[in-house]
């Protein structure tokens, strides 16, 4: 049974940063891609950040690029986001998941694995 959990959540003011981490556990493939959504209140889930199987490409929102940094260690199956200069919009419900496709994509359909998400709120 494969899990993914989310933390590193919480409430920062503009300005500042959060990095938030995904662990995944039970059997995946050794060749699975990781994204991160995040999802608003009255709003679709969209696409954050993701990264392939193998490190070595990565893929952001035009909404966070510059601000965020998604990287993996698979020593410890665990990928994680760095955010920083926060702002107001970036308040959501951050959700990490799995693609054993292998191939970062912004499509949530893509992705095999979710986590329950980490709520990230930002005060102006």
């Known amino acids: 049974q494969v899990q993914v959990i989310e933390t590193g959540g919480g409430l920062v003011q503009a300005g500042g940063s959060l990095r938030l981490s995904c662990a995944v556990s039970?059997?995946?493939?050794?060749?699975?891609?990781m994204g991160w959504f995040r999802q608003a209140p009255g709003k679709e889930r969209d696409f954050v950040a993701g990264?392939?199987?193998?490190?070595?490409?990565?893929d952001y929102a035009d909404s966070v690029k510059g601000r965020f940094t998604i990287s993996r260690d698979d020593a410890k199956n665990t990928v994680y986001l760095q955010m920083n200069n926060l702002k107001p919009q970036d308040t959501a419900v951050y959700s990490c998941?799995?693609?054993?496709?292998?191939?970062?994509?912004?499509?949530?359909?893509?992705?095999?694995?979710w986590g329950q998400g980490t709520q990230v709120t930002v005060s102006s």
């Open positions: 039970g059997r995946t493939g050794t060749r699975s891609a």
């Open positions: 990264v392939d199987w193998s490190g070595g490409q990565t």
């Open positions: 998941a799995v693609s054993t496709w292998g191939f970062a994509d912004r499509r949530p359909l893509t992705y095999d694995y």
